[in-house]
């Protein structure tokens, strides 16, 4: 019945003057296909021809060491990397690579005439340095693996002939010159010699020692003998200072001979003073005056006294006499001495003038027997290091035969032509849709007598066919999309009012911003009531601003979203508490009154203030472009404001 009913529909359309409908052309027929296909295979054809098409290329290389090899117990020198590029340099001239073309066609080493210019030879040759070493590598490329390394092999030998010539040649030119340097020198060495000589015996320099010469060792004694009096003429006078000081302190001032007997004569009075005190002390001057033998006692004492003051008083004047005499001979001497300096000065100072010039010709003489020395050196160096053992090349390993080639890659190659060939096919279909698309509307056709609805009955393969004639093709997703229902400000107010703790959590969550699912998923580690954020987990991670009214409650510990085991609540548990919450509220309408619709209360009340749509995801988290689209509804005109200009606190919230 379903398919007669599509017919007498079909029919009908016909009987009203209505262009037949025609049946869409297989998927094979279409023209996207045929387009595709046939620049897909000319273009794989093209690119595949040129990969296969191109020649096997093959690589023979050899390795040269490019300065000579130290001795056994000396260490390696450094990599010497301008000499390196210098030999690149050199390996790659024209007159090396045409003398390699000249032995390759003459056929010396491989018995094979070979006809290659010097310009093919380039193409084929490289020279690569090796890093941190003084190894290059010598790289021959082409088709044909069999002459490679006669090329390498001929173009190491025109080098190592080359370099042999050259430096045969400079080693004579060197050796040459190195001889005419020493003879030159020797005979300055000896005009230098016999100048010095002279020298020496016009201005009498028996030594080169400056203080072994006669004039300046006289020189230095003087001034050691000036010293030495300087030292003399300040202990006499010191001497004969301290002997005034003596005399006027009233202290016996005698010579040394003269010491021990006025020792003897002092102590003599003193012993008489003593006896004399003692009888003086027992026995009254009449009794001593009558006594012979006492008597005689103080006659005694005046003798001795007289005698020692006389002594004192001559030796004073001897002593006083020597010390001046001693201090006149000293500054004499002193005096004499200076004399004698002060008229040699003037030829110590000649002297010296003369031995600087002596030290200049020896200074002279010197510098022209170490740079004789030093060229002597050069010359035995160049003569025995390198005479009969040049080059400075090693050869460490000859060209050889390639067994391999080392490219082209066939297989990536082609894998890279078939799917650029693929691209160049689709981008070709592209281009002829581009090109061919034309954009009209299509016609509207009323069917007299048939419901609009019956179209929705028709089979599969003739709704297609239908379409066109049917309906206008939809612009705008967003008439397609239900409309969002908003709940009244007072309505959410006064369900807020009658719910339960754990109830009142839910809604100013679902307020907020956070899907059911996302709330199940809010953790105590998410809550960061300090900074006051919310972290929410799942599809659409984000960090959520706590409102106030959102933030007392998270702190209550009577509200939390628990069992009486401590585990979260799930989603249906979520969904149960807040019917709950719209059954103790007594509305008529509790069906209406879900999480969905809470939560597009909120989106709408944030679309209302202006928020930019793409920046609704950082509140709400991701919704479809299609759901997106149709809060457009809701936008007010004018510019839209950015998120931080919003207010995210629900109206109904504020009373809490």
Not at 151 to 178: C, F, H, K, P
Not at 336 to 343: G, M, S, V, Y
Not at 563 to 586: M, Q, T
Request: charged share 25%; glycine share 4%; aromatic share 6%.
């Amino acid at each position: 019945m379903f398919n007669q009913s599509s017919r007498e529909i079909v029919s009908t359309v016909h009987t009203h003057g209505l262009p037949p409908v025609h049946e869409p052309k297989p998927w094979y027929k279409s023209r996207r296909l045929i387009v595709f296909s046939v620049t897909f295979m000319i273009c794989a054809l093209l690119a595949l021809s040129y990969v296969f098409i191109r020649p096997a290329v093959y690589l023979s290389y050899a390795t040269l060491l490019t300065v000579a090899k130290t001795a056994i117990d000396l260490p390696s020198g450094d990599a010497d990397i301008q000499h390196v590029a210098i030999q690149k340099q050199i390996l790659l001239g024209s007159e090396l690579l045409a003398e390699t073309s000249v032995r390759l066609k003459s056929g010396i080493r491989s018995g094979v005439s070979i006809d290659m210019s010097s310009g093919d030879i380039r193409q084929m040759l490289d020279v690569r340095a090796v890093a941190e070493t003084n190894l290059v590598e010598m790289v021959a490329e082409g088709p044909d693996p069999e002459i490679l390394p006669v090329l390498i092999n001929t173009w190491i030998d025109v080098y190592l002939d080359a370099r042999a010539r050259e430096v045969s040649r400079l080693m004579g030119d060197t050796t040459q010159i190195l001889h005419t340097e020493l003879r030159n020198l020797s005979a300055k060495i000896s005009a230098k010699r016999t100048e010095l000589e002279q020298f020496r015996r016009n201005n009498d320099i028996s030594s080169i020692e400056r203080e072994e010469n006669d004039a300046l060792a006289r020189l230095k004694g003087l001034n050691e003998s000036l010293n030495t009096a300087s030292k003399e003429e300040v202990k006499a006078k010191a001497r004969l200072d301290a002997i005034n000081t003596a005399i006027v302190r009233g202290q016996a001032v005698v010579p040394q001979e003269d010491t021990r007997t006025l020792s003897l004569l002092e102590s003599r009075a003193q012993a008489l003073r003593e006896e004399l005190n003692d009888l003086n002390r027992r026995y009254t001057q009449e009794f001593l005056n009558l006594s012979p033998t006492l008597r005689v006692i103080p006659e005694q004492l005046a003798l001795l006294e007289d005698e020692i003051k006389r002594m004192r008083q001559q030796g004073q004047t001897v002593v006083r006499s020597d010390a001046e005499q001693e201090y006149a001979a000293a500054q004499q001497a002193a005096r004499e001495i200076r004399r004698q300096l002060d008229a040699h000065k003037e030829k110590a100072s000649e002297f010296s003038s003369r031995f600087a010039e002596h030290e200049a010709l020896r200074n002279d003489l010197e510098g022209l027997e170490s740079l004789h020395r030093e060229t002597q050196e050069r010359l035995f160096q160049i003569e025995a290091r390198y005479s009969g053992k040049y080059p400075q090349v090693d050869i460490i390993e000859r060209a050889f035969f390639p067994g391999s080639p080392v490219g082209p890659n066939y297989s990536r190659d082609a894998l890279i032509a078939v799917a650029g060939s693929i691209l160049f096919g689709l981008f070709c279909v592209w281009l002829s849709e581009f090109l061919t698309r034309k954009e009209q509307p299509e016609p509207t056709a009323n069917f007299p007598g048939i419901p609009p609805y019956v179209q929705d009955f028709l089979p599969t393969a003739h709704s297609s066919a239908l379409s066109p004639v049917n309906t206008l093709p939809h612009q705008n997703p967003v008439l397609d999309s239900p409309l969002r229902r908003e709940l009244p400000v007072e309505q959410i107010g006064a369900l807020f009012s009658n719910a339960g703790n754990r109830e009142r959590l839910l809604i100013a969550l679902l307020l907020s911003g956070p899907s059911l699912e996302e709330i199940a998923a809010i953790n105590k580690d998410d809550i960061d009531t300090v900074n006051g954020k919310l972290l929410i987990h799942g599809i659409s991670p984000r960090t959520i601003p706590l409102n106030p009214p959102l933030q007392s409650l998270l702190t209550n510990p009577a509200c939390q979203l628990v069992n009486p085991s401590g585990k979260s609540l799930s989603v249906e548990d979520l969904g149960a508490l807040l019917a709950c919450a719209v059954s103790d509220a007594g509305f008529s309408d509790a069906d209406a009154i879900t999480a969905d619709t809470l939560r597009q209360t909120y989106i709408i009340y944030l679309v209302k203030q202006g928020i930019r749509l793409a920046e609704l995801e950082i509140i709400i988290g991701y919704l479809p472009p299609t759901e997106l689209s149709a809060y457009s509804i809701y936008t007010p005109s004018g510019q839209k404001r950015a998120f931080k200009d919003i207010n995210l606190l629900y109206p109904g919230l504020l009373d809490i």
